[in-house]
């Protein structure tokens, strides 16, 4: 009796060649797809999505594009996945991890063709990575100590980020907007003290840094538009109770004044409520919910700012910001934390009026305000700046720079190139394979500016050949420029991220040698 099923009936499974083949072409779609997104001269997608309202992303931000894949292919997840951490865990280089990933497996493939086994190709990459990485490491600079140069680092950085972004024409403001930003943090990685709000109208250029927190609501009627050393009562609690809340109550009266008693009753609760809270010694009370009239002009009345409906996130930074926390009763007012500021006020940005705070408890706080020409501009805005300061936060830890535009591939790819010709046997067949990998992020850079990428990078090997070059390509010139002129550099955390990252991606996908898929569940007849 021959043992042919042991898996269900629409289960499938790959073996060997079959299942090798589908993963590599799936991870190298994915790179192809993505990698034309590379370099200031990278060019943007647009994901439509086909649910309501069809909405529409433009966005040049690689974990964005993969993140709004549906995708079926195993290998490809694998590498949707690293994308996202890479965007979780440094912000930048989420394109760059998945096309070195992609050209890892394009280069594997070609080994596993000449009969050299995966594991063999995995101990070489190991060995190349690592030695990737030391290459880099000797050749990082560290201006922690001078705080000039340091900041002039951070520029660098910011602008070198934001220059393969919709925000590339105007990246020096963005960028000074960006690094002003990080460093009010002083070396906290918490991006919740820097709101960004997004307001139609005006052009990019309008963009500003506003010290302090914006609220985007408007004050109350009769209220004081200007409150000065504000103490702050933060509180998600109803404040609407006119009418009676259980749901289904019925309430049978046997006259009109009493109907009235009721009303009454339910005034006066809600009086005492606003007294509780307005002994809590405010001048400012913020709530998540609504505010009907009743109170408000009891609030009014009491000189006390009443702000309603502040949505959840704005309500929570509020609450950072001002050092209070969020209170829902106030029967001990000794217990509530309340936030402090120096200044409310309301301003106008464009046509909309919003709330300002400024000088509150936590220092570091912020307000990135950006303007735009539409709503899809002002996404891909904040997406470009969110990934701009990820980088800058990471890097004012970490303060170690490289050069980029290439250079750093360059830079590996010569010392990795070196080890294969000093390793035996097989796996110098491997190191080649990864310096080759290496040289695909360059290459691509310069195909999506339209050059000539053979050229363009055997010039740059050439130069590279000779000690402590700066060489890199100036795609602007179309030419191969110097880095440390230009002024173009990184941080050496996002480039040793995206190294290992996508080494440890085509390893995992190098191992696999079948694919199984399991049987969908069938709908039972419910008849």
Known sequence: MAVDKILKDDAS???GE??????FVGAMAIADLVKTTLGPKGMDKILQSTGRGHSVTVTNDGATILKSLHIDNPAAKVLVDISKVQDDEVGDGTTSVVVLAGELLREAEKLVALKIHPMTIISGYRMAAECARNALLQKVMDNKEDAEKFKSDLMKIAMTTLSSKILSQDKEHFAKLAVDAVMRLKGSTNLEAIQIIKKPGGSLKDSFLDEGFILDKKIGIGQPKRVENAKILVANTAMDTD???????RVRVDSMSKVAEIEGAEKEKMREKVQKIIAHGINC?????????FPEELFADAGVLAIEHADFEGIERLALVAGGEIASTFDNPETVKLGHCKLIEEIMIGEDKLIHFSGVEMGQACTIVLRGASFHVLDEAERSLHDALCVLSQTVNDSRVLLGGGWPEMVMAKEVDELARKTPGKKSHAIEAFSRALLAIPTNIADNAGLDSAELISQLRAEHHKEDSHAGLDVILGSVGDMAELGISESFKVKQAVLLSATEAAEMILRVDEIITCAPRKREDRM
């Not at 079959?18 to 993963?23: H, P, S, V, Y």
């Not at 009418?243 to 109550?249: H, N, R």
């Not at 009370?285 to 009239?293: G, K």
């Open 243 to 249: 009418k009676v809340k259980i749901y289904g109550a």
């Open 13 to 15: 499974e790959e073996k």
């Open 285 to 293: 009370f913020v709530n998540r919910q609504l505010i009907y009239n």
């Open 18 to 23: 079959r299942a090798k083949m589908a993963l």
